[in-house]
């Protein structure tokens, strides 16, 4: 399944860092009745992620939640203590976006959206995008692999799409 308007997200086990021990999360339960916007991106730490594609939804979460966004989730296939460490750092996780981990990269490549980079160490990382989700249906699918992917799976242009 590659995401597109209209699809209906699979359920995936994504992990979440808080307190405690890491802890698991159904992406689906997460979706059930409400309105979220999922992106997704390479890798934490990663210069154009750290730089651009996190701060986009940093700078629009709060208008985003005027439009009736629930929560906001960022995934990227690392394990989850890097990120929360990286949601801290940031400030993504005091901006209220919720940072979850696809460790095996088993929700990115059910979705269409794994690509690999070998000299770089990128296996099984996440190309990016981001969707808007209701009910669990994407209503919204900003993604491409061009080198203007940060602009299109933004922030910005899904608070514009919605």
Not at 155 to 162: D, H, V
Request: hydrophobic content about 45%; charged content about 15%.
């Amino acid at each position: 399944m590659t995401i597109s308007v209209g699809s209906v997200l699979p359920d995936a086990m994504l992990s979440i860092k808080g307190d405690g021990e890491p802890e698991q999360v159904s992406l689906s339960a997460k979706l059930k009745g409400r309105n979220v916007v999922i992106f997704g991106l390479p890798g934490a730490f990663t210069s154009t992620c750290t730089a651009a594609h996190v701060p986009s939804f940093m700078r629009t979460r709060e208008k985003l939640a005027a439009k009736g966004v629930d929560e906001v989730i960022c995934v990227s296939v690392n394990d989850p203590f890097v990120m929360q460490a990286w949601g801290v750092s940031t400030g993504a996780t005091a901006a209220g976006i919720t940072m979850l981990a696809d460790s095996d990269a088993s929700f990115t490549k059910a979705i269409g959206m794994a690509f690999s980079v070998p000299p770089i160490g990128f296996f099984d990382r996440s190309k990016r995008y981001a969707i808007y989700v209701v009910d669990g249906v994407i209503k919204v699918s900003h993604h491409t692999s061009g080198a203007d992917a940060c602009e299109i799976a933004g922030g910005e242009a899904m608070l514009a799409a919605i």
